[in-house]
């Protein structure tokens, strides 16, 4: 079985790929505030019921570009969300400094900062998720 969509909007995309027990997120543009997303938390946990304990996360910010504090607030609720769920990795594609510096902080606030690496490339973050 190859990678299952489980939601697709012009912010972003959560597929599936229940073989392999690992969740990918791609984010993309600017999101002005929390109202361009309303069906994010909805569709995270669409995602996460694909996924079993243990599963790994595959997340590509090489599109997207810093939002403001609500939306990074979001991202802490669907990060505390992916916590619950028993995440064993999750690996960051990140281009911007600035980005990574806010993802990092969101996820030391969500307890993520646990089981998160940063890379610059697809190839070493799917490396590091394949050990």
Same mark, same amino acid.
Do not use: C, H
């Given at each position: 079985?190859?990678?299952?969509?489980?939601?697709?909007?012009?912010?972003?995309?959560?597929?599936?790929?229940?073989?392999?027990?690992?969740?990918? !997120?791609?984010?993309? $543009?600017?999101?002005? *505030?929390?109202? &361009? /997303?309303?069906?994010?938390?909805?569709?995270?946990?669409?995602?996460?019921?694909?996924?079993?304990?243990?599963?790994?996360?595959?997340?590509?910010?090489?599109?997207?570009?810093?939002?403001?504090?609500?939306?990074?607030?979001?991202?802490?609720?669907?990060?505390?969300? !992916?916590?619950?769920? $028993?995440?064993?990795? *999750?690996?960051? &594609? /990140?281009?911007?400094?600035?980005?990574?510096?806010?993802?990092?902080?969101?996820?030391?606030?969500?307890?993520?900062?646990?089981?998160?690496?940063?890379?610059?490339?697809?190839?070493?973050?799917?490396?590091?998720?394949?050990?």
């Amino acid at each position: 079985m190859a990678r299952e969509t489980i939601a697709k909007t012009d912010n972003y995309l959560f597929e599936v790929d229940p073989d392999i027990n690992r969740l990918f !997120i791609t984010l993309m $543009g600017f999101w002005e *505030n929390v109202n &361009v /997303v309303p069906n994010l938390m909805t569709d995270i946990d669409k995602a996460l019921d694909k996924v079993r304990p243990g599963f790994t996360n595959l997340v590509d910010t090489t599109q997207f570009k810093t939002p403001p504090k609500e939306v990074m607030e979001a991202f802490g609720r669907v990060q505390q969300r !992916i916590m619950a769920r $028993g995440i064993s990795k *999750n690996a960051e &594609v /990140v281009s911007s400094a600035f980005v990574e510096l806010n993802l990092e902080e969101v996820a030391s606030q969500s307890d993520l900062s646990k089981v998160l690496r940063q890379f610059k490339s697809m190839a070493e973050a799917l490396s590091w998720l394949d050990e």
